[in-house]
Structures are given as structure tokens and as C-alpha cells.
């Protein structure tokens, strides 16, 4: 019965996580993952997740199922950590948000969700994005398309051509953007461009659909990384957003995020979220306790809320100085190539180019990984959280060997 099941391909970024573990090199680095680690290499546990997990022990709480939209206290947090508390959404009732599980599975809810009740849509994702999107999507059956994005020319952002996409796109079509910190380019819209976007999409009626799974971990602030979302609320634009906590509080895990839908109308938001929950109780029931119970700690205690930011410019502030050093030692190891894309790219990735298009056919990266062990996906991305000062020199020549031969 099962003997003609094909095997599936191994996911592209976890896929490395097992080559690294499988490989025997001293001096093997794994830049592949987007997991946060310190300067020792070693994953990290927030100290206000430590204090928020005493507190939630303490209180001996019991195990019971949360409702099918997840704990109130974490939407809530939820909900003022994206929009700001007190935003009028919010005091207006138009916002809809169910708990689910990490960004992952709020994106998940959101595609079956457009698959049910925007029949025939297609959503438009970057090119290129975060590989699960097409599998996300691609698995609810709902068409997916790119649109421009980086230009390998400059480093950075194709702004004409992603205008022009986005124009032909068909009325009603979704777009899918990287609320801030774009994976794996790293190359993010400027504040002007944002508001082109938001524009189009208000002119063309394209539903933009932001996922949000870096807020904090771009500037170190959570505010300022939470400007796009929230200036296409303010230019009236519906939007829905899938939040994830794997990244700035570090609960990957745990499984912690939410799908909301920020709506100009309080009815239908009202029924939005019923059909949200209806979507939920046959994909998962209902969401996982313990982290939500941890986001929600956090974020509504004054003193924990302020703690959690600090430590969030720690992570972001330690990603930005091996950035630095990196583009040092690559200018002075290699002075004839502009290597400044490495500092202008934000977030915790940077797209190295080490496999312009299919140019190289990921020769440059096979370097890489099988003469200096360096694991890293073949895209060209390195996540910089996987590298300190001390592994610094090593990348740097790995690349300029890479680059060159
Ligand atoms: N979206 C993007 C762009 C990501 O980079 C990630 C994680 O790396 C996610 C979503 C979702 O991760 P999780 O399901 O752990 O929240
Ligand atoms: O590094 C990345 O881009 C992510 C990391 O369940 C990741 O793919 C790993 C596991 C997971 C979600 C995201």
C-alpha cells in the first residue's frame, strides 16, 4: 500500500542543520538556521522568559485546553505589542486574532483561511522569500506567484520591479510581506517606499498579508519595526498578520504567535474570528499553553516588558557588531569588492550573493560548506546569529576563498 510513497526532499534550512550535526570538522560553523545564539554560540534563554516562567509556576495553575482562539491575556498582548496599545482598532473591536502556533501556523491559518473565503486568489510572495511560503500556500492549494524583489546588481531592493508586479497584479489578489527584516535578503522597503506600497495596495484592492517574524530583532526596537504594518493601518488598508515569538523572545519551541486580521469594521471582524476558530478546531483544536502564558507575562508587566527590550537590543546589537567586523575583515582581506551590502542588510541574515541566480549553481556555496565547513543555505544566505568575533577571521576567509575560486 505504501510502497510507492517517494521520498521527500529534505527541507532546505533545516536539511543543514543535520549536515552540520553529521559533520566531524574542529572548525565547523553553522550559519543556517535563523536561531539566535550568544557569543559562545550557545542558544539563548531570555532571563525575563525565566522570570515569567517562576511567576506562571508559582501561581500552580492547571493544564485545561485554552479556547479554540487561544489565552485572552496573550491576544491581547499580542494585539498591542503590533499596533500599539491603546490604537483605535483595538478600542473599536475591528481587530480579530486567534493564538496559534508560532508564525508557521498563524501563516498556515491564513492561507486556509484566503482558501476558503477568497476562492480563486492568488497571493504574492517576493522573490525570493522564506522557502516555506510556498509550501504553506502551495499545500491549501492556493496559487502562488512571485513578485520582484532583490536585485543582485545593487544588493538591495528592486522597488521598479516589485511596483510593476504588484500593478498587474489581478484586484484581489493577495501580497505577502516581510513585516520588517526580510528573509533571507535581509533588504527591507524604506519608510517612502512602504507608503508606495501601502498605496498601491489601497488602489489596486490587493490584500496585504504581513509576516511578522522578526519585530524587534530588525532595529532592536519594537516599534520602530512594527512601521509598516502599522502605517497601512493608518492609510485605512485592511490587513491580516501572522506574529511569531520564535525570534524575539526565543520561545521557538514553544510555538507561540497569532493570525490577526485588522478590519474597518467591527462586524466583520466579528465574523472573521469565527471563522478563524472554525479553521483552528479542525487543523489543531486549540493552541499550546505554556508559552502563550510566557508572551503574555511579558508583555503586559511593565517591568518584564522593559527588561524583554533590552535584552531584545542585546541579540540585535551583538548580530550588528559581528556584521561589522565582518565587512572589516572582508575589506582588508579582499579590498577590490564592495562589500558594504553586508552592513546596509538588516536582521539577523545576510545575503551573501555567494550564488548569483543560477550562475554558479551553488558551486560557491559547495566551497563553502565542503572545504571550510561553513553550513549555510544554499541561497547564499548566512544567519549572522550563528557567528561571534572570535569565528570571524575564519568566515571572512572562507568567503574570500569562496568568492574567488
Ligand atoms: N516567517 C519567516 C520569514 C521566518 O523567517 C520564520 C522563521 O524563521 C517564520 C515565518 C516562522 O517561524 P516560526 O514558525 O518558528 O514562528
Ligand atoms: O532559518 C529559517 O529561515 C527558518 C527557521 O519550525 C525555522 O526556517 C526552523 C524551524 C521552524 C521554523 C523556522
Redesign the pocket.
Known sequence: RFADVAQAPPDPILGVSEAFRASTSPNKLNLGV?AYRDEDLKPVVLSVVKKAETKIVGRAENKEYLPIEGLDAFRKATVDLLLGAGHPAIQEGRVAVVQSL????S?RVGSAFIARFMKGATVYLSNPT?G?HRNIFGDENVEWKYYRYFDADTVGLDFKGMMEDLTAAPAGSVVLL?GCAH?PTGVDPTAEQWGAIADLCKERNLLPFF?V??QGFATGDLDKDAFAPRLFVERGLEIVV?Q?Y??NLGL?GE?V?ALVMVLNDKEAATRCLSQLKRLARALYSNPPTWGAKIAAEVVNDKELFDEWKGEMRGMAGRIERVRGELKTALDAKYPDKDWSFITRQIGMFSFTGLTPAQASGGRRVDNMTNKHAVYMTRDGRISLAGLNSAKVDYLANAIVDSVRN
Do not use: E, Q, V
Not at 102 to 105: P, W
Open positions: 535563523g508560532s508564525g508557521t501556523g501563516l522564506w516555506n516581510h528573509n509576516d517574524a522578526y501572522a511569531s520564535s525570534k521557538y510555538r504567535g
